[in-house]
């Protein structure tokens, strides 16, 4: 009976979400002006999002070299987006392998997939765009990702997909609104959270009735994960090597930042939604909970 009205539901939102996606999906290759020039001074993060903001290093820049700093952070959150965006492709593929194809679910799934495939392309032409590196993910980030992505399932996949989509929307929808940023970034996020609010509302959904269906030893293990996901994002938003393009060695950059109460403070702002909704969900707790703590993010 409840595995039928779980059906039902999960069967309803899917039809919802694939009528909003046919009426509302873009192509960032047609939609963006990749070649446009950028606006001369215009920040590309509001400078308040800055990890720097505010300490003694941030006082000694140039003004043209916060707007260089924050041009730099910008391109390693999309390089942690790409990131994250492969791992959470791969958990929808996987999950759909075992799932029925004729099921709306199932489809709204790959529709997903396919929205996270341009997002990924968008990014790239972003990072591009910005004349940046790709700041990669170091190596115990990257084997776990690799991990994440070979053997999650069930709470611990959505929740890992809910973190990272909301942490990145949050900067987004605030990037969106400012019209004092370079109209480039804030085209990118207009794109990317009208899309996401799509894959938020699909995991949001999901979420309790995977967790509803696990056993006690599945959730004392996801939320250990969970938290171990937490961490990786929050410290993967600003490598370290971004303060080398404003002359400031990568280690003393990172060690500002973190101890920069703006930054703690726009770090726990960015995950509030996230954390607020798996707290509820009990998904927030024990060692995972300490995890979200040393991040910063609580
Ligand atoms: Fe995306
Ligand atoms: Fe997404």
Not at 221 to 241: C, K, M, N, T, W
Not at 252 to 275: D, E, F, I, K, Q
Request: charged fraction near 20%.
């Amino acid at each position: 009976m409840a595995a039928t009205s779980f059906g039902r539901e999960r069967e309803a939102t899917a039809e919802r979400l694939l009528t909003s996606s046919l009426r509302t999906s873009y192509d960032p290759t047609v939609e963006i002006d990749w070649t446009a020039p950028h606006v001369p001074g215009a920040y590309w993060l509001p400078p308040k999002r800055s990890s720097l903001y505010g300490t003694p290093l941030w006082a000694g820049l140039s003004e043209e070299q916060r707007v260089e700093l924050t041009r730099h952070e910008v391109a390693s959150a999309a390089s942690a987006g790409v990131w994250f965006e492969t791992i959470l492709m791969q958990l929808l593929i996987r999950q759909y392998y075992d799932a029925d194809p004729t099921s709306r679910h199932a489809q709204y799934a790959l529709t997903e997939v396919a929205d996270e495939c341009r997002h990924s392309i968008m990014f790239g032409r972003l990072i591009e765009a910005l004349g940046c590196p790709v700041y990669r993910a170091g190596r115990v980030d990257h084997a776990l990702g690799r991990f994440l992505k070979s053997t999650a399932r069930g709470p611990q996949m959505y929740a890992a997909i809910l973190i990272a989509e909301e942490i990145l929307d949050t900067f987004q929808r605030e990037i969106m609104a400012d019209e004092s940023l370079q109209p480039l970034i804030r085209m990118v996020s207009r794109i990317h959270v009208v899309e996401e609010a799509r894959h938020v509302r699909f995991a949001r959904e999901e979420l309790p009735r995977q967790v509803a269906a696990a056993g006690p030893v599945a959730i004392a293990y996801a939320r250990l994960l969970i938290g171990r996901a937490a961490y990786s994002i929050a410290s993967r938003l600003v490598h370290p090597d971004a303060y080398a393009a404003v002359g400031i060695r990568p280690a003393v950059g990172r060690a500002a930042a973190r101890a920069n109460p703006h930054w703690r403070a726009t770090l726990r702002w960015s995950a509030s939604r996230a954390y607020e909704n798996l707290a509820d969900l009990g998904l927030v707790a024990g060692p995972g909970r300490a995890l979200w703590a040393r991040a910063g993010l609580i």
